[in-house]
């Protein structure tokens, strides 16, 4: 029941992303000029296009009304994580409830960026293979038939190449209304339960770490997405415990995600994060050396939350580049498979016309 609420509950906030970061940045900026709570939700419904968005701005600002101190009305919201719940309250208690406020709308806008540039990463292949596979099978179905009953009535002898094309426009001609959405839904429910099925996405996520390129990018950016949300959370005054914890409910990741936990667990139990990192069998895998003993100095020294930050920007700078180079090295790559498709499907239609040719040549 719990994998149904999870999948439920993201479908229905699906497109307010931008929207609720919008929220929550104009909501810190007109608290931080002095506007009250309640006048400042106010304000800031206006700006938002969502209708669904409208209605949970409506519920808080009725919240809010009634007397709900702001965190809790955005809890009852179930729009935002933990962690910013956490920051709105501590803002509320400590009278920085502008900066948290902006702080939480940050964070938001990073965690974004950070998926964005998978997808974007992961995108751009499947895109292409996919357009090259829909040509293709679109030939298959509807030229090659033609061409293969030229080919028959000149009793031709054909290279195996064109066999095999023309025996798989054949199973298209007699099955592909069938076999073609078949092999499309397959393929989709494959994708989704390998990727996207919370019980399962960890194969995906495995496959993913794998690949060239792919691999690197997800190790920056969840080690990017670890400096900036565990540094900006301890530099706002949350525990360090509370702060992993709300790291691990942003962490999609299962193998960082496992990883968390245990650390957290060991941080609550009083051990240091030396002791922590030590203790993980293939904690450097997962957080280079140089970077635990940055975090194991910033933590000796009272420096924590700089330390933690210095990471999360190096690694985002470091996402911008991978996803760069991944660009670069993955166009002439498709172009190579594209290219080895075209010259296939072009030989095994000249290679029996250039036989019937030659035939014809010799026999003058």
């Known amino acids: 029941m719990n994998i149904f609420k999870k999948i439920g509950h993201s479908l229905s906030t699906v497109g307010l992303g931008k929207s609720r970061d919008s929220f929550m940045e104009n909501l810190g900026i007109l608290v931080g000029a002095g506007m009250s709570i309640f006048d400042a939700i106010d304000a800031v419904s206006g700006d938002i296009d969502s209708r669904h968005m409208q209605r949970v701005i409506v519920q808080i600002k009725d919240d809010v009304e009634a007397g709900s101190p702001l965190w809790r009305a955005l809890e009852s919201s179930g729009l935002f994580p933990d962690h910013s719940i956490s920051l709105a309250r501590i803002g509320e208690e400590s009278g920085r409830l502008s900066e948290n ?109 794998l690949v060239p390129g792919v691999g690197r990018l997800m190790r920056e950016v969840e080690l990017s997405r670890f400096g900036y949300l565990l540094g900006i959370l301890l530099a706002a005054g949350l525990p360090i415990t509370q702060s992993v914890n709300s790291l691990i409910q942003s962490c999609d990741t299962y193998r960082y995600k496992k ?98 040719l030659g035939g014809m040549g010799s026999q003058q």
Request: aromatic share 12%; no cysteine.
């Open 101 to 209: 406020l902006q702080i939480i709308s940050a964070e938001q806008q990073k965690n974004r960026i950070f998926k964005s540039r998978i997808r974007s990463a992961v995108a751009y292949p499947i895109f292409v293979l996919g357009l090259t596979g829909f040509i293709g099978v679109g030939i298959s179905w509807f030229v090659l038939p033609k061409l293969a009953n030229v080919f028959t009535q000149l009793h031709l002898q054909l290279p195996l190449l064109t066999r095999l094309l023309i025996t798989f426009s054949n199973f298209l001609g007699s099955h592909g209304v069938i076999a073609v959405p078949t092999i499309i839904l397959t393929i989709t429910a494959l994708a989704y339960f390998i990727f996207f099925f919370p019980g399962s996405k960890r194969i995906g996520q495995g496959i993913l770490f």
């Open 259 to 356: 990883f968390y936990k245990f650390l957290g667990k060991n941080l609550e139990d009083g051990n240091s994060f030396q002791q922590s990192f030590d203790a993980y069998h293939g904690s450097r895998h997962l957080i280079p050396s140089s970077i635990q003993k940055l975090i194991i100095a910033g933590e000796r020294s009272g420096t924590l939350a700089d330390a933690l930050m210095k990471v999360g920007s190096n690694y985002e700078a470091k996402t911008e580049t991978t996803v760069r180079d991944l660009t670069v090295i993955l166009e002439p790559l498709l172009l190579i498979i594209v290219w080895f498709a075209v010259i296939g499907v072009a030989l095994a239609i000249i290679m029996p016309i250039y036989n019937l």
